[in-house]
């Protein structure tokens, strides 16, 4: 049973970087897409990004391009969301999910996912 723990949420002003982590554990492999999302109060959940095994292949939704980047540490068996620049509108709670059916070419459709963490919040105001 895949398990997913998310850290690194928090307050931050506009203009402001955070880097949330998502600790993986309890699946005998590495082959799987894993990815970040996001639900703003009275929002359905949206895709943010998504990366495959390989790294070679790492997505993002148009609103956070150029601003965040996903990374994926095997070592440590921990993904990563480097959030910069972040604004009003990044605010919302952030889940990493893996889609252990795919592991080269990754789905941006929630309903793929099949674990989740628990969420951490980010709120981006002044």
């Known amino acids: 049973q895949l398990q997913l723990v998310e850290s690194g949420g928090g307050l931050v002003q506009p203009g402001g970087s955070l880097r949330l982590s998502c600790a993986a554990s309890?699946?005998?492999?590495?082959?799987?897409?894993i990815g970040w999302f996001r639900q703003a109060p009275g929002k359905e959940r949206e895709g943010v990004s998504y990366i495959n095994t390989s790294g070679g292949s790492a997505n993002y939704a148009d609103s956070v391009k150029g601003r965040f980047t996903i990374s994926r540490d095997y070592t440590k068996n921990t993904l990563y969301l480097q959030m910069n620049n972040l604004k009003a509108e990044d605010t919302a709670v952030y889940y990493c999910?893996?889609?252990?059916?795919?592991?080269?070419?990754?789905?941006?459709?929630?309903?793929?996912?099949?674990?989740w963490g628990q969420g951490t919040q980010v709120t981006v105001s002044s």
């Open positions: 309890g699946f005998t492999s590495d082959y799987y897409c």
């Open positions: 999910a893996a889609d252990v059916a795919r592991y080269e070419y990754c789905s941006a459709y929630v309903s793929s996912y099949d674990y």
